[in-house]
């Protein structure tokens, strides 16, 4: 991405393509933010894989299990912030949004039909994120692994889940050697207003 910063109008746009763009690339740093939650007592951060951008709905997807804290932390409270830098580039962008969970409904099917059998099996540990184990493992059966029982993946399906994130701000910044640059590019409802800032 040739970031164009002297014109702020185009900002957004420039933003929008470069996270769709690197969904489709694998070793992209900007396809592995990082997402943060909170509760009443405490915020969490942790690294997600950003698996879809609908730009016309502003929003980011990523996956995960029914069964982890963010989950219910994202329940309680939808406002989360999304972390992308990408350090060639040197170029950060925060993304204020609104997220929301959708499992075993319609939009949760269409993502899990286009996952690959391989990755499914990520889903079927029989214990939720953050059990206890005796020693190192996923907990998930060794045999869900082997490509000979791709079939048998479907009950991991109450599992999955999908978080969708609707952007209502990003806050982009630029670190250059001539002078950083900062951004922060608000949606009012039918438009993206944008207004430079100090570093």
Same mark, same amino acid.
């Given at each position: 991405?040739?970031? &164009? ?6 900002? @957004? ?13 694998? &070793? ?9 939650? !909170?509760?009443?007592? /405490?915020?969490?951060?942790? !690294?997600v894989v950003l698996r879809g951008v609908d730009i016309k709905k502003r929003h980011l997807y990523c996956f995960t299990d029914?069964? !982890? ?16 830098? &990408? @350090?060639?580039?040197?170029v950060q962008i925060r993304a204020t949004a609104a997220a929301m969970v959708y499992a075993d409904d319609a939009i949760a ?19 939720? @994120? ?23 993946? /479907? @009950? ?17 910044? &630029?670190?250059r050697d001539a002078g950083n640059v900062r951004a922060n590019i608000r949606w009012t409802g039918k438009r993206y207003s ?6």
């Amino acid at each position: 991405m040739d970031w &164009h910063e002297s014109n702020l109008e185009n900002l @957004p746009g420039q933003i929008w393509e470069a996270l769709s763009d690197a969904v489709g690339i694998p &070793h992209s740093p900007l396809r592995t933010p990082a997402l943060s939650t !909170t509760n009443r007592l /405490e915020t969490s951060i942790r !690294t997600v894989v950003l698996r879809g951008v609908d730009i016309k709905k502003r929003h980011l997807y990523c996956f995960t299990d029914l069964r !982890t804290s963010k989950v219910r932390e994202i329940r309680a409270n939808e406002q989360v912030q999304v972390l992308f830098y &990408h @350090p060639v580039q040197k170029v950060q962008i925060r993304a204020t949004a609104a997220a929301m969970v959708y499992a075993d409904d319609a939009i949760a099917r269409e993502f899990w039909e286009k996952l690959p059998l391989a990755q499914r099996a990520n889903y079927a540990a029989r214990s939720g @994120p953050g059990s206890p184990l005796n020693e190192p493992g996923d907990d998930i059966d060794p045999a869900l692994k082997e490509t000979s029982a791709t079939a048998d993946l /479907e @009950p991991a399906y109450p599992n999955f889940a999908v978080i969708a994130a609707e952007v209502d701000q990003f806050d982009w910044l &630029h670190l250059r050697d001539a002078g950083n640059v900062r951004a922060n590019i608000r949606w009012t409802g039918k438009r993206y207003s944008g207004l430079w800032l100090v570093p």
